[in-house]
């Protein structure tokens, strides 16, 4: 999936590439990927069967309206945590979409460039 630069170039991820199926459960299939922000990093991805949606996992410290890493019983806050980007497809294209930012992701393969980790 490749970022849609449109009204907002704020995002806690752009370009995402598929790389290793993990396992299927129930209706959604889940994935190794990585993510390009700045660099290459792993993230889980949890796609739908019917594709109509999924969610990126990625562990990351917080971001602009993504509020901070929750406290845990011992009252330790962690810099970085668990963040869930849910998106979902717009139906009749290739587009999928991130409500709470208005963000858009293409998912056309033949857009996606070739990963180049670090």
Do not use: H
Request: net charge positive; charged share 25%; aromatic share 12%.
């Amino acid at each position: 999936m490749n970022f849609v630069y449109g009204k907002s170039s704020s995002s806690p991820l752009y370009d995402v590439q598929l790389i290793y199926l993990i396992g299927i459960v129930a209706n959604k299939a889940y994935y190794l990927a990585l993510a390009k922000r700045i660099t290459w990093d792993y993230v889980l991805v949890e796609v739908s069967k019917d594709a109509s949606s999924g969610t990126v996992l990625r562990m990351m410290p917080p971001e602009s309206a993504m509020g901070l890493c929750k406290k845990d019983d011992d009252g330790f806050q962690p810099q970085e945590c668990w963040r869930r980007i849910s998106l979902r497809r717009v139906a009749a294209t290739d587009e999928m979409r991130f409500e709470d930012w208005g963000l858009s992701w293409k998912i056309s393969k033949d857009s996606c460039p070739s990963p180049r980790p670090n």
